[in-house]
């Protein structure tokens, strides 16, 4: 199955995820052999996925079965001990995964290679010797990496407190020893069985790791030359009658036993993951239990950023089955032929919200609960809207501050999004710009007072001159929407939303406070919009009138809760809002108002 074939492999707290892509024709021509592909670490893991996905199906259609996973500590894998030693459990991890492609695929006698990328190539430099071949693919020492990444968390959310013995590198946190066994990794040496691949233009080589999940742009022909680097040998015979291990179990920290199946959810069959305690039974025979369906933002797939598993696993703990899928189209339910991640925020993303609470209640889930991330909140939102609401009695809605119910607005958005997009444009995201290339605005100092009026007629006409009358219009509409939102009196804002001539939160928040419990959880980088839009007026409104619904600003929280103490964060505020006894005092405590930051929030 060239689009992968999802399993477990290893068993408990050593278990990891992998996915086989295996040639279509494989049972009558063989295959070439077995490429384990290795990942990135942390963010890098995220933002690499589909690039990784993309040259695991290009490898299974030239012949090669390749088994790409995550490893220990992020994605579905299990988590990492802190007394672990970080490069001898990934070390691991590898091994594990070739014995266990191996022996699910009965093919002891074909070739092992293996494809390293970024630091992944690291780890398989230290052990080489366990592949007849290896290609090092765009390599990075553990010390850059770990350099990089901890310099990067303290720049991008500098307001989100560290937590101490801790090395934060978004989307993964090692303890400090963890750190340095990491940092020990160096970039390996070419040799007879060591290829090292780099494409020459270092701005398309990023462009598949290195930016934002929309952003991302594959190169097949980059991929080609990671396939092209492997041996080529004659195809061996191959049974492809895969028997996949889809449950694992293992014993948390808190002598809880903890299951984990590998599901599909909806017509399209959307890869997922349930986690539940023992106490509560199995899927299909869940006792009456407490359902909660968890999606992240952006084009990211079940995981999120790396969240929602810890979280999972958490709740779980406490009683809540917990199920994570991908949304149509995202994570590892993106078309196969896609060279981008594709846009999210559709009518669609929320109508599969309503297929995987009905999953849950066939289950056996009395009671639902969910919990959107960004994007995810939006798509609830506009499904409530447009008479596809979400069923659950608890919506927590995590980093939202966006009203715009527009499909087609953020299809015209998402296209600004392109790592292959020449620098220094600005973005074209409104219709009156839609059909002319977008200009860069002239830089002019605006001084205060009489002398200001001179210096801002003077950047118009320069604005006019080099964006022509797109440019002026764009500037005019932002000037207006901005103006609309900090200095409407608040009586006519709402009745703008009654009117439908602005959707405002009141409109976008009301339907779904008809039938559920709303927590609406944001920190700075998203507070500064949701004052802006009264977003905190809107709520307050709302509890007035009776509905339930509740604003946590929190300090310690960022906008994809790339930070473990974001995801924290959004673990206590969710135990606070499902779990009885601990609603009122834990909410309370989540509410912590944040320093003034001027940062906004970023479309995820």
Known sequence: MIKGLPTWIGSGSEAVLAWIHTPEDAGTRGARGIVVVASPAGREQA?????????????????????????????????????????KVWQSDVRSVTAGAKALLAADDLPV??????????????MAEDFDAVVSWEPVAGKTFVRQWSRLRHTVVPHVPSTEGQVDLLGMALTEAQAEQFSALAVPEPSETLVEVREAEKRRAKAMYGVEPFETRLHDDVLGLVVDALPAPDA?????????????????????????????????????????????????GFDQAHGLLVSGGGPDGRVGSGEWPHIARALASDGIVTLRVDRPLVGDSTPVEALRATNSYTLRSATSFRESTAWLREAGCTT??????????????????RGAPVDAS????????????????????????????????????????????????????????LPGLGDRVRWINELARTGGKAGLKNWAREQAVSAVRTRLPYPLWRAGGRMRVMETPERVLEPMTRHARVVVLNG????PRWEKTQGDRAVERLSAAGRQITSIASDRLDHSVLTSTGCRTVLETLRAALLPGRDETLLTAARKEPPNHASQGRES
């Open 47 to 87: 933002l690499s996925a589909l690039a990784v996905r993309r040259l695991c199906i290009l490898l299974a259609r030239e012949g090669y079965v390749a088994v790409r996973f995550t490893w220990r500590g992020s994605g579905d894998s299990q988590p990492l001990a802190s007394h672990d030693d970080a490069v």
């Open 113 to 126: 290679f293996a494809v390293g990328y970024r630091t992944g190539a690291a780890v398989l430099g230290s």
């Open 236 to 284: 061996q015979p191959l049974d492809v009658r895969i028997r996949p291990v889809l449950q694992n179990s293992w014993t948390d920290d808190r002598g809880q036993t903890l299951h984990e199946r590998l599901v599909e959810v909806g017509a399209d069959r959307r890869a997922g993951v349930v986690t539940w305690r023992d106490q509560e039974g199995s899927p299909g």
């Open 368 to 385: 639902i609960s969910a919990s959107f991330l960004c994007a995810s909140a939006w798509a609830a939102c506009l499904g409530e809207v």
């Open 394 to 449: 608890t919506i927590v809605l995590v980093g939202h501050a966006e009203w715009k119910m527009s499909e087609e607005l953020w299809a015209e958005v998402r296209e600004t999004y392109d790592a292959d997009a020449p620098r220094g444009a600005m973005p074209v995201t409104n219709r009156a710009a839609r059909d002319s290339s977008a200009p860069v605005r002239p830089e002019t100092e605006i001084r205060g007072g």
């Open 524 to 527: 700075p980088d998203d507070l």
